[in-house]
C-alpha cells in the first residue's frame, strides 16, 4: 500500500513535466524549449512581478501578513506609517483570487484565511505537542517563498494540511466526553472536504473538457484579449495547438462591433466563433449563469457525479491518444 501511495504521488507530481516532454520535447517547457521556432519560451509568472509602488513599499513581511491576517490592517498600518491615507497596493495576480477582485486587497479569500486562522489557533488550543512542528512547518514553509508569490495558495498546498489536523484534535478533543457527537463531526467534516475537492475536481475537468472540444472542432476564429498582460499567453496556445494555429489574438478594442464576443468556462477565454458555431457544452458555465445561489448549489449535486463519469473518463482516453498521434504535439 505504502508503494502504491508513493507511486501514485511520484505520477502525479511527475506528470506535467512528462506530458511537457512529450508534446514539445523539453520537460520544463515553457521555460525551456528544444525547438524555439514551434514553442518559444516564455516567462508564464509574468505577472507577479505586476506590483505598484505601494505592494512594493510592503515588504516581505507585510505581504505575508497582508495575505494570511488581514488587508485592511495592513492596509491601515501603512497609510499610518507612510502618512498616506490614500495607500492601495495592487499586484496583477491579486485578481485570480476569486470572482469580483480587482488586484487591489490581498491573494487569498477572507474564507481561506479564516479558515487557516481558525485551524491554527483549534491546533495550538487543543492539538497538543505533536501538532506543533506541522504548524511551524507550515508558517515557515509559506514565510520563505518569494514576495511576489506570497499567498498564492496554488504554490502552497502544504497549509491545506492545517484544516485536516484542526478537524481531528477537534473530534479527539469532543470524542474524550461525547463519543457519538464525535462520530458525527467526524463525519460531516469529512463529507465537507470530500464534497468541495471533488467539487473542484469537477470543475477542473469541465473546463478542460470545453478546451478539448473546442480544440477538437476548431470553431474558434479570434481570441479576443481582455488585459494586455494576456496577449502572449493565447500567442503561446496559437503556436502550441495544432487547431488554433491560425486562429487570430485580438485586443479588445480590435474585435469587430458587430459580431458577439463568447466567453468560455475557462477563466480570460473569450472568443470569436466561425459562423453558425456554438461554444462547446459546459455545464459549468451553465451553472454559474444561474441568477439564485440556492439553484446553483442544488446543480452542483449533479453535476459532479455527472462529469466524474462521463468527461473524466473521456479525458483520460484523449490523453492516452495522443501520446501515439503523429499530430499529438
Known sequence: MRGLLVGGLCWVCAAPYLTS??????????????????????????DFHIRNADAQAMG??????????????????????????DFMPYCEPWKQAGPGMTGHGAPTLAGWRWALLLSVGVLLAFGGRGCRFPILACVLGAFCFPTQYLGYLRYLPWVMLLPGLAAG???????????????????VLMAGCVARATLFVAITLDQAFEV??????????????????????FLLLTRAVPAWRNVQ??????????????????????????????PPTSRYRAIRACPSRLGRYLRYGTFVPWTLARKFPLLAWRRVQTLWSADGR
Open 249 to 278: 489574438v485580438l485586443r479588445a478594442e480590435e474585435a469587430p462591433a458587430d459580431e458577439e464576443v463568447r466567453v468560455l468556462a475557462v477563466p480570460h477565454f473569450h472568443v470569436l466563433l466561425g459562423e453558425g458555431r456554438e
Open 60 to 85: 516581505h513581511v507585510g505581504h505575508f501578513l497582508n495575505a494570511f491576517l488581514s488587508p485592511r490592517l495592513c492596509r491601515a498600518y501603512y497609510a499610518w506609517a507612510t502618512g498616506r491615507a
Open 169 to 187: 484534535a477537534l473530534v479527539r478533543t469532543v470524542g474524550q466526553r461525547w463519543r457519538h457527537v464525535a462520530w458525527g463531526l467526524g463525519v
Open 21 to 46: 516532454w512529450v508534446r514539445v520535447g523539453h520537460p520544463l517547457y515553457p521555460a525551456c524549449t528544444v525547438d524555439a521556432a514551434c514553442f518559444p519560451t516564455y516567462d508564464i509568472t509574468f
Open 212 to 233: 478539448g472540444e473546442a480544440s477538437r472542432d476548431p470553431g474558434i476564429r479570434a481570441f479576443v484579449v481582455e488585459r494586455e498582460a494576456l496577449r502572449n499567453h
